[in-house]
């Protein structure tokens, strides 16, 4: 059994996606596992090369786990010896220059959503990527969560028949930061920062749409702020310029109409903080980040509407669970393997840097018809 080490060049680290999701519940935890074991009875030892702007959080973090390797230089990190490739959790304002220097320095190139700022620049990045002949990946989280897996699993086993429609509701109520601290970083409720909810959530909505269902063809989205002031890390009161809530309504080939309300300040009355249901001529899902229930054609009751008489019916009773099956790993952590199997293998990978600009198309076209009040065509992409 041979071990083939691959360094992996990891910038953001200190977030809150790079460090928990990334680093430890993933690259560690392919480290923990022994390393990533392929067919030919190989082994992939991913080692981490911390990059970042402060030396201090990244030699604490180094310490805490063991690792040998980190620096705040970029060149660095990129000319180090073992590194292949280049992982970007950064703040997504500043990713773009920091992929475009790894693709000119020949490493592979894998990074959290959204891949740019703009479609011109996503599009721009994956074509020279392409040209470079680097792999390259964007994660796609949501496809591997054991929720939609199962969703996934009805929809290729046929269950739902012509599927006629998709609702989401995404969202939960995220402190304002005064008397209690926020949950998230403050740079997500400002948009000169890059935040705001269609540029966080709409590359998840375009991949989860596309990959289950089918192609988005149309979008329509209704922005708002509704908290317009906030706190931030430090306590200080600042004007939230991002929208905080985005109700959008797509259109997917095969005449789909799927509707996903997106909110950082709805309170949650669901089992899960996203979940989904999908309605077709043979049966019915809600799925959620873990759960999925159904209910079949067959099974789904007659309700008459009269509103002077209290419910009888049991509604939420009337759903069965779909079980396991299998076991469900994290779902950053299987996609990293898949793709670091992709960089050593060749193995097919199909969540690339132009998968992930399809992701960016629909955030900027959601931000545009939310801007103009009108529903918009959805093009296809080439590069
Ligand atoms: N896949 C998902 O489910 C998911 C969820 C949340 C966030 N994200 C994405 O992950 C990325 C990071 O989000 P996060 O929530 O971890 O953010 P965060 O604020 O916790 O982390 C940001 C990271 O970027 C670094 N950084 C580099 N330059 C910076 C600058 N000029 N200003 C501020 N920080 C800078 C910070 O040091 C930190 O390591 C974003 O692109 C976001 O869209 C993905």
Request: proline residues 5%; contains cysteine.
């Amino acid at each position: 059994m041979s071990r083939t080490v691959i360094g992996i060049v990891m910038n953001g680290v200190t977030g809150r996606m790079g460090y928990r999701q990334h680093l430890v519940r993933s690259i560690l935890a392919i480290r923990e596992q022994g390393g990533l074991a392929l067919d030919d009875g190989e082994v992939l030892w991913p080692e981490p090369i911390l990059v970042g702007r402060s030396a201090p959080k990244l030699k604490e973090i180094a310490d805490r786990h063991g690792l040998e390797h980190w620096t705040t230089d970029l060149d660095e990190a990129l000319s180090h010896p073992l590194a292949q490739i280049y992982f970007d959790a950064q703040l997504t304002q500043v990713r773009e220059p920091a992929i475009r220097k790894a693709i000119a320095a020949g490493k592979h190139v894998y990074t959290e959503k959204p891949t740019a700022e703009s479609l011109d620049a996503a599009l721009e990045l994956a074509r020279l990527a392409r040209a470079a002949g680097v792999c390259n990946g964007a994660v796609q989280d949501k496809l591997f969560l054991p929720g939609l897996l199962k969703l996934k699993r009805l929809v290729d086993g046929g269950f739902f028949g012509r599927i006629l429609s998709v609702r989401g509701e995404f969202g939960y109520w995220v402190f304002e930061g005064d008397w209690q601290t926020a949950q998230r970083p403050s740079w997500n409720y400002r948009a000169q920062d890059g935040g705001g909810m269609i540029l966080d959530m709409f590359p998840h909505w375009r991949y989860v749409l596309d990959n289950i269902f089918s192609p988005v063809r149309s979008v329509y989205a209704h922005t708002a702020t509704h908290i317009d002031e906030r706190w931030d890390e430090q306590g200080a009161v600042y004007q939230a310029t991002a929208d905080d809530a985005a109700y959008g309504v797509f259109e997917l080939d095969g005449g789909i109409v799927a509707q996903i309300n997106s909110s950082w300040a709805v309170r949650v009355d669901r089992d899960e903080l996203v979940e989904f249901q999908v309605d077709g001529t043979e049966g019915s899902a809600v799925a959620g980040l873990r759960n999925c229930r159904i209910q079949h054609r067959a099974a789904t009751p007659k309700p008459v509407w009269n509103p002077d008489l209290p419910a009888t019916e049991p509604f939420r009773s009337q759903w069965q669970q779909v079980p396991d099956n299998e076991e469900f790993d994290n779902g950053f952590k299987v996609q990293w393997e898949l793709f670091l199997t992709h960089v050593v293998t060749g193995a097919p990978y199909r969540w690339d840097l132009l998968e992930g600009a399809k992701g960016v198309q629909l955030a900027e076209l959601g931000l545009r018809s939310a801007a103009e009040g009108r529903r918009l065509d959805v093009p296809d992409l080439e590069i």
